[in-house]
């Protein structure tokens, strides 16, 4: 220890900016306290020297939290630093404490008044310090006071953090104990589930105390590896898919900060960390469906940072949208495809609640778990075959909830697909298979279900399998299942003329001339139990333009296809709550519902409301209001227009573009390059914002890269200044208005936390009016 009576942790500016503009739930505050103490175990582990029992235990008192941990405590000069905002001591991999900054959000968060104390094992006292932030705003004196306090057991070891006046906002709700446990303890119990739980604890095991009661690993509810199926196929196909893939090394200097793909030379041995870019877990079938309990965990250093992740389900095809492959059969939207993923290189955001999407990692993940392949549609998208990946073989085998019924020479079951009928039983047994139940925790009451299910059929055991548990049928492979992309069969020619063998019963619409409306027209599969396909085509008529002839009508053809014929000049129209794409999925709802009810037999088991709704999900993306859905296109119109610039800026030529930006968002978008590896332009790191304010403050740069669908300077106005005044003025503010908007929307340090519904319909409408302002190279990128 040194005889310091005082320490200075006076932050920059920046840093308390930086503090002032990040949001954290309770959970997320405790959480930065117990990823400090992780730390703590794991370099002790690294160093030959492991904490025996380590241990963190959290209570909630009347005004304060306390977070302990037995670890090895730090020296005052350690001390000091940890407590400093904007300084971190620990590796940028490796590590959960990522950014220097989590100890003061966490506190701050919390409450006005901390108190922190650490001791190593043969110190013979406490050393502390209390940071008040109240006293601190009124005088701006960050020095503080060294304190101490007696130790009884000179060879303990550990940190107390201790944070009280608690914020109003949190104040009553941490004194109630049922509000804990559902918003602070079980978040707590799923984000660390792989170091709490007891088998095959990743990286490290340790037990989390919070108000004196253990917490238990949270679970994946999943059918266990040995219940496999058979599919003609695929052969004998398990429920859970393991990996482990490397995909090379990267090497990190401690002193620089600099990561090379060799083993640099001239640096000193012990200044170079070995980083695997290693992607290792599973994904398996969950014992129940949801609507939103579903998706992959995916952990850094054994840390969940995304909790139920879909996006591994997405596609973004060559046209740029993003398109959800999963689930797709399923009317109410129900998925069961869970796993947890070790992504251990991966990016993390400062937050700690998502990996960027844009590091080389993310993309490992991908080809890890599906190829980085679309797992539909595959032919369009110019791919043969199916998907082999491991992802690709379970959403073949189990995307579906519920049995086929066409194939009565070998009709499948439930036990096929490894899906309990009565899918609400299953949740229940499920929350008592994380309690710890006994009789839920054993296969064998699962399997009786499954077979409850399915009295008429026996189970038909693999070859080589003399357990006779395993619960295997044989049915047909889906050889011809267009929406995975492997089907000869293609829709007729959208082109052709109705065929004049059609049913001469059916009505004909007044119109003058149909013309076909292909980007309105659908091939669908997957929406309704009956697993039917529709092929939908969709024609503009020329009517009359009062409403005694109906806004839209459809028919069926002899050639299987369902044509709707749309008066786009009916009074209807005019709404911005109903325009014509909502108009046809209206009507392709109201058939597959037919279809179903007639197939089936049984009304009861479909819903208007939830195909509908599954179509919407499906194909209206682009009017969706949803936020995250949102900023996925505003982030995908940001990056066109930076490819754009990229174009006019090659290599280190985007000084004309920087002069027109803050120095500050300069200096940021340089930090953020550099922490970044591989060959991206610096212009790539643009934010929507930043391009709001090229385009107001140097228009042409924008222009002239071919950024719009509109010339700056029209040659028909070029020599005419007062004019092409009067024409630029209009453009730019059809411009500037929504990107400003969006910029606004985006931007972290002033996003709305909790938009409106008519905010988000703002927001749409801007993204959607810059759309069309986009040149179509832009478009179709």
Known sequence: MTNKTAVDITPSPRILQVLGEIEFKPWQCVAELIDNAIDEFLKMKRAGTPIQNPTVTVAFGRDTVVVKDNGPGMSLDDLELAVKAGWTKNERFGSLGLYGVGFNIATARLGYMTRIWTTRSGDPTWYGLEIDLQKMAKGQNYSLEVKSRTKSDHCSSGTEIEVSKIKQDWKDLLAKENWVRQNITDKLSRIYGAMLRATNPQPISFLLRVNNRNVSAWEHCVWPADMEVYRKNEGNVRPIQEFNLLFGKKYLSRSTNEIFDTPPEGLPEDDIIEIQERVYGWIGIQRYADETDFGVDILRNGRKIEVACKDIFTWEDVNGRVISEYPIDDPRNRGRIVGEIHLDHGYVHYT??????????????????????????????????????????????????????????????????????????????????????????????????????????????????????????????????????????????????????????????????????????????????????????????????????????????????????????????????????????????????????????????????????????????????????????????????????????????????????????????ELAQARRTGTVSIIDYLEMRHLADLLQRRPALLFEAGCFNQPWTPPTLAENPALLEEYRKPLLRDLLVPMIEMAEFTNPLSSVLDPTMTYLALIRACVNRLREFLADELNHV
């Open 352 to 669: 700690k609640d998502r990996f960027e999407r844009e590091h080389s990692s993310w993309k490992q993940l991908l080809i890890a778990v599906r190829n980085n392949e679309p797992l539909t549609n595959r032919q369009r998208e110019g791919y043969t075959g199916v998907n082999e990946s491991y992802l690709g073989i379970l959403h073949r085998t189990f995307r579906r909830n519920s049995p086929l019924s066409n194939k009565k020479e070998n009709q499948s079951a439930w036990k096929d697909l490894l899906f309990i009928k009565d899918n609400d039983t299953a949740k229940k047994w499920a929350e008592k298979y994380r309690k710890g139940e006994a009789e839920y925790r054993e296969d064998d009451k699962w399997r009786q279900e499954l077979e409850k299910d399915n009295p008429s059929q026996p189970l038909r055991a693999s070859q080589g399998n003399d357990s006779g548990q395993i619960n295997i049928l044989e049915i047909d492979g889906q050889d011809n299942d267009p929406i995975l992309g492997v089907s000869d069969n293609h829709a007729d020619d959208i082109n052709s003329d109705i065929d004049s063998g059609e049913d001469s019963s059916a009505v004909q619409p007044p119109q003058v001339r149909r013309t076909l409306m292909p980007e309105l027209s659908l091939n669908i599969t997957g929406i309704g139990a009956s697993g039917k396909s529709y092929d939908v085509e969709v024609y503009a008529v020329e009517a009359s333009r009062t409403t005694s002839n109906p806004p839209w009508q459809s028919r069926a053809t002899a050639r299987g296809v369902y044509e709707i014929d749309i008066n786009l000049e009916h009074p209807a129209f005019n709404s911005t709550s109903l325009q014509v794409r909502d108009a046809v999925l209206a009507e392709v709802a109201y058939i597959i519902t037919s279809e179903e009810a007639a197939n089936l037999g049984a009304i009861g088991r479909v819903n208007y409301a939830d195909i509908l709704v599954a179509l919407r999900n499906r194909y209206s993306v682009m009017d969706s209001l949803e936020p995250n859905r949102l900023r996925l296109e505003i982030d995908e119109l940001r990056k066109r227009l930076t490819k754009c610039l990229s174009k006019i800026f090659p290599g280190g030529e985007h000084q004309p573009l920087f002069e027109a930006l803050p120095q500050e968002d300069i200096q940021r978008i």
